[in-house]
C-alpha cells in the first residue's frame, strides 16, 4: 500500500483534470463508466435523471436490442448475462454479465421504465463471434465474456486487471493509478471514484475521467487493444444514427470510460464504414441468461474479475452508512454461525476501520479496512470465520433470474418444462436431493438427472446414499451454475427435447468410445437414464468391442458394470434383455482369457488380477442370482464355470501368488473347498520349496483385504497354524524380505482381530483348550466352574437355535453347531 | 526483564517517563526500545506533522513508519522493526488509537514481545511499564500493592500504596504491557476486565479510584501454543482486539529477520561480523523451516516435525551462538560446525522421538543435498 501522503497528488491529478462530457454544444451526453462499479452505477443515474435523454446507447451487442424490454419484467432479477451463440454452433459464445450495481444494467432500468429507447451500440456479436475468438473459457478472457469489464470489453475497460498474456496491453486504470501513486489499480478507483460522496455537479466525475482517459489514449493509442478500434467506429457509426434520429444532443452514451476519446474524436462516417467493412459475420442468437454473483467475482472464464460482488452489492444497494450496515450485516452472519458477537464488536469494528481508513489515508473505510476490523474484533484475530464472511458476503450466493419469455434454445424451453413439471428448481445453492425411485415422481426426476449428464449438463452428481443400500434410493448433489445455460445451449444440437438430444448423445458417445468399459459406463448410464432407444446400438457396439478386445483386464472391468446396470433395471422396470445376454457373454469371455492373463506376473500386475478376479467374483454372484431369480437354466451355469476356473487357478503353477491365494480364498468363501483342501492348498503354497515372497504373496491374497480377512485365521487355527509354521521356518535373511508384505497384509486388520491373533499366536499353536484358560485371563481360577458353565449352556444353545436337549446331548455336537468357531466342547464353553 | 530495572538512554525523547538514576549510554546489555531509537523516534517527532491522539508521540501513522520502515522527506533512514505484513500494523496501531487493548497472539518466537515493545516506545516513549505474566502473578502486579512499613505506621494512604505498571501508565497516559497474558491465573487476568471496560481502578481501601488518563492503552501478548494453560475468558477477550502475528512467509524474509537482528546482537555483544555469515544463515532458517512445514524446500520430500517450535527466533540464537563460537573459538567466519550444535539442541527437544527425527532428516535429505557436505559431517559429528 502506499503512503497516505501520496494520496494527496491523487487528489490532485484527479482535480486537474477538468472537462466537459458534452462534445462541443449539442453533443451527446458521454458517460464513460467502469463496468460493475457501484459508484459509476450511482453516477450513471444521477447524471441519466439530470438530463432526461431521448435515447440510451448501451455498450453491448446490437442483436440484443429486441431483448432489452425484459429488464423490466419483475421476473428479470440480476445478476443476468446477455448470452449470444452462434445459430448452429451453440458451443461458441459470449457473454455479457450484468449485475444489479451494473452502471449498464441501471441505465438500462433507467430507460426502460421510463420508456425511453435503449440501444446497443457495439460491433455485432455476429461478427465477434465470427472472427473465431470466441467463446470457450479460456478465450473469454480476451472477448466480451471474460473480460474484467466484463461487458464486452476487450480487455479495455478501465479496471481491466492485466492476465498474464495480456501483460503486454496497457492497463488503463494501472496507469492512472500509478500516476496518483497507488499501487493497486482497485484501490485507487475506489478512493477517487466509488467512494465519493455524490453531490455537486452529476456530470463532473464523468467528465475528469473522460479527460483522463483522453490524456491515457493520447500516450498510448490502442493500448495494444486493436480490435477496439473496430468496435469504437462501429460505436461512433451508431451513435451518429442515433443522433440523425432523436437530435444531437438527446442521446446518452454509457460506454466503458476507455471508449470516451474515441466517441468524441472526429471521424468521418466513410473511415469508420472503411474498418468495419467485410468482417466476417455469422448467425447468432441472443438471449438474457441468470448469472451469479460467484461467476462475477472468477477472473477466468465467464467471470467478470470483480473480487467482491457482494460488497459492491451492498455498497450499491446501502440507502446510507454503508460500513455500519456491512459490519452488522457480518456480525448477523458471524451469530448465525453460533459465534459470540455482540452490538459492542460493532461499534468496535465500525471505530477500528473508520480510524484504519484514516490512517491508511482514504475517504472511506474499503473492503480491505473492514475485513481487517472484522478478523481483530469479531473474529479474534483468526481466518477461519473470515473465509466464511468472504464466501457469504463478501462474494455471496445470489443467482439471478430471468423471465420465461426470454427466448430460450428449444433444448432449454423443454427443460424448463421439465424442470416446472419436475418441480426441481435451479438453485445456485448446493443441495441434496434424496429420491426414492419407487415413485413416479422421483423416477422421472432421476431419470431427467442422468439423461442431463449424459449431456454434459452436470447438473446433479449422484451422491454416495446414507443409510439406505437400497437400490431403489438415489441421492443427488444439486447445484445449478450459470454456464450450465450454457451447456444446455450446447447440447442443442443433439436435438430439441431432453430426451431425444440424450438419446442422440448416449448413441453418438458409444460409437465415439475408446475403452471398452466406457462403453460399459455408457450402457449403465443409459439404463439409469432410461433411454431404451439407445441400449441397443450401445450393446451393439459393446459386444463387437468385447469380441476385439484381447485384454483380459479391459473386459473384467467392464463386467462389474454391466451386471450393476443389469440389477438396476429391475428397480427402474426396464427391459433389461438384452444387456443379460451381453453380460453373460461377457463372462464367458473373462472365463477363457482369465487363465492365460494370470500367468508370470510381476506384483504390480498381479494385484491388479486380483482386483479383476474380485470384481468378477462378485459380478458372477450378482449375474448368477438374477438369472436365478428368472428361472434361467444358464444360473448354475454360469457360477459353476466360474469356480472351475478359479480352481484352475488355485493349482496353476505360474499364476501369480497373491492370484492364486485370492482364488483359494474365494472358493472357499463360496464353500466348494472341501474341508481339509484350504489347508492342503495352503500348505503346498507355503511349503519351504517355495520361495518366500511368493508364498507371502499368496498369504496375501488369501487373508488381506477386506474386513473378514483376518476373522479366517481367528477361527481356523488349523490355518493358523501352518502360516505360523512357516513364518518360523522362514530364514533370517529370507524373512526380512517378506515382512514388508506380511506386514501390509496383517496391518489391514481390525486392531481387536490383530490383537486376538498376537494372542493366540503366543499362546503356541499347540496349545488349546484347559492350557489356554489356566493362561488367560487374569482373576479368574486355574480351573473351570462346570457348574457355572453348564447355567450358560441353554442361552448358547438358544442362539445356535438348538434344543435344550442338544446342548446338553454332548459337547461335541455344540461344537459342530458353532462351526469353526471351537474345536472342542472344551473351547466353546470356555467362550461362554 | 523486570519493572524496575529502567536505564536511562541517551537522549531520551519520552515526555512522560519519570527521568532514572542516570546510568552510562550503552551499558545495558539490552536497551530499551525507546532508547536504542532514540535518535529515529526523535526524527519521526520532528517531520510528524500529522495529528497525533492525546498524550501520544507520534501520530498513528509515524507509529506505523517507525515499525516498518521508511525514509522521512528530510532523509532519515527508519530501520524495519519489523518485517511482516504491513497490514498487522496498521491494524495494531489503529487498535491503539482508538483505545481498544491491543492482543498480538502468535506462536513462540513470532516477535509479539519486539512488537509491543516497540509500540509501547513509538507511542508512550515508554517501554518499560510492564507486567511478566507468569503462572505466579499476584493481583498486586496488575493493580497495585502496599508498602507494609508506611502501611503499618501510617495506616492506609496513597503513600503507602505502591502503584502497579498498569496503574502508573493509568494516572499517566501511557502503554502499559503484559506480556504472556495466558500464563497468568485467571482470576487475576480478570482484574484487567475492569480497568479495559471501565478505564478505572478502584482501591476500595481508600474509597478512592485511579481514573485512567486519555492516552492511557494496553497492550497484552499471548501465545498461540498456550491457549491450554489459562484460557483467556470470553469477558476478556471481548475487550481486545487481536492480532494474530504469523511466522515469516517466504524464506527469504526470514534470512533477513535473522541476519538483521543477529547484526544487532552482534553488535551489542561485540562480536566482530562475519561477511561469510549469510550461506550459514540461510542453512539455519531452511533447516528449520523444512522441519517446522515438516515438507523440504523443493516440495518434494516429506519429512516429519520435531516437537520444538522452531521459531524464528530460536534461528537467530542458533546463529548468534554460532556466531560467539566462531569468535571466540574459530577463526571468526562463522562455519557449519558452530551452528550444528545449537541447530541440534534448538530440534531436539524431546531426547527419544526428536533425536530419531532429527537423524532422518540428516540422512534422508541434508546428506543428499549439493553443498551441504561440511553441514552434514558437523551435525553427524555432534549427534553422534
Known sequence: MTAPEEHGRGEAARAGAAGDSRVGAGGPLLLGVRHHGPGSARAVRAALDAAEPRVLLVEGPPEADGLVGLAAEPDMRPPVALLAHVVDEPGRSAFWPLAEFSPEWVAIQWAVRRGVPVRFMDLPAAHALARGEPAAPADGEAEPAGSPGGEGEAAAGPESAVSPEEAVLIDPLGALADAAGYDDPERWWEDVVEHRAAGGDVFAPFDALGEAMGALRETYGSGGHDRDLVREAHMRLQLRAAQREFGGEDVAVVCGAWHVPALREKVSVAADRAVLKGLPKVKVDMTWVPWTHRRLSRHSGYGAGIDSPGWYGHLFGAPDRPVERWLTKVAGLLRDEDRLVSSAHVIEAVRLADTLAVMRGRPLPGLTETMDAVRAVMCEGSDVPLALVHDRLVVGDVLGEVPESAPAVPLQRDLTRLQRRLRLKPEALERELELDLRKETDAARSRLLHRLRLLGVGWGEPAESRGSTGTFRETWRLRWEPELSVRVAEAGVWGTTVLAAATAKAEADAVGAAALADVTALAERCLLADLPDALPVVMRVLADRAALDADVGHLAQALPALVRSLRYGDVRGTSTGAVGEVALGLAERVFVGLPPACAGLDADAAAAMRGHVDGVHVAVGLLGELADAEGGGDAGGVRGRWQRVLRGLVGGERVAGVVRGRCARLLMDDGVLAEGEAARFMGLALSPGTEPGEAAAWIEGFVGGGAGGGMLLVHDERLLGLVDAWLTGVSGDAFVDVLPLLRRTFAAYEPGVRRTLGELVRRGPGQSGAALLTEGAPGFAAELDQERADSVLPVVGLLLGLGDGEIRGGAGQVSTAGGRAGRSGNRLVGVA | ?384
Open chain 2, 1 to 384: 526483564m523486570s519493572v524496575s530495572v529502567e536505564p536511562a538512554g541517551q537522549a531520551t525523547t519520552s515526555a512522560g517517563a519519570a527521568p532514572d538514576v542516570a546510568e552510562e549510554a550503552g551499558q545495558a546489555l539490552r536497551p530499551h526500545a525507546e532508547d536504542a531509537f532514540a535518535a529515529e523516534l526523535a526524527a519521526l517527532a520532528e517531520q510528524d506533522d500529522r495529528p497525533r491522539p492525546a498524550r501520544w508521540l507520534l501520530s498513528p501513522w509515524a507509529v506505523a513508519t517507525y515499525l516498518l520502515g521508511g525514509t522521512l522527506p528530510d532523509g532519515t533512514v527508519i530501520t524495519p522493526k519489523y518485517v511482516g505484513p504491513r497490514r498487522i500494523v496498521e491494524v495494531a496501531v489503529t487498535t491503539l488509537a482508538t483505545d481498544r487493548a491491543l492482543l498480538l497472539l502468535g506462536v513462540p518466537g513470532t516477535a509479539k514481545t519486539w512488537v509491543s515493545e516497540h509500540l509501547a516506545a513509538a507511542v508512550s516513549g515508554d517501554s518499560t511499564l510492564l507486567v511478566q505474566g507468569t503462572a505466579g502473578t499476584p493481583e498486586e502486579a496488575i493493580r497495585y500493592g502496599w508498602n507494609y512499613a508506611q502501611l503499618l505506621a501510617h495506616g492506609p494512604s496513597r503513600d503507602a500504596l505502591v502503584p502497579s505498571p498498569v496503574m502508573r501508565a493509568m494516572s499517566e497516559g501511557m502503554t502499559a504491557r503484559v506480556e504472556e497474558l495466558t500464563r497468568i491465573p485467571a482470576d487475576v487476568q480478570d482484574s484487567l476486565i475492569t480497568i479495559l471496560s471501565e478505564k478505572t481502578l478502584p482501591i476500595p481501601e481508600l474509597g478512592q479510584e485511579v481514573q485512567a488518563v486519555r492516552g492511557f492503552n494496553l497492550i497484552a501478548t499471548a501465545n498461540d501454543r498456550d491457549r491450554g494453560v489459562n484460557d483467556l475468558s470470553s469477558a476478556l477477550r471481548r475487550r481486545f482486539n487481536t492480532v494474530v502475528l504469523p511466522l515469516p512467509e517466504s524464506a527469504d524474509a526470514e534470512v533477513d529477520i535473522v541476519s538483521r537482528r543477529v547484526d544487532q546482537i552482534g553488535r551489542s555483544l561485540d562480536l566482530p561480523a562475519g561477511p561469510e555469515g549469510i550461506d550459514e544463515i540461510r542453512r539455519v532458517v531452511t533447516v528449520f523451516r523444512e522441519l517446522r512445514d515438516g515438507v523440504t524446500t523443493d516440495g518434494r520430500t516429506k519429512v516429519k516435525s520435531p516437537s520444538g517450535t522452531l521459531s524464528t527466533a530460536e534461528a537467530i540464537s542458533v546463529v548468534t551462538n554460532g556466531l560467539a563460537l566462531a569468535a571466540h573459538f574459530g577463526d571468526g567466519v562463522l562455519r557449519p560446525g558452530d551452528v550444528a550444535a545449537g541447530i541440534l539442541g534448538a530440534v531436539v527437544r524431546d531426547p527419544a522421538a526428536d533425536r530419531v527425527i532429527w537423524q532422518e532428516y540428516l540422512e534422508a535429505v541434508v546428506r543428499e543435498r549439493d553443498g551441504w557436505k561440511d553441514f552434514y559431517r558437523a551435525c553427524r559429528e555432534v549427534s553422534a
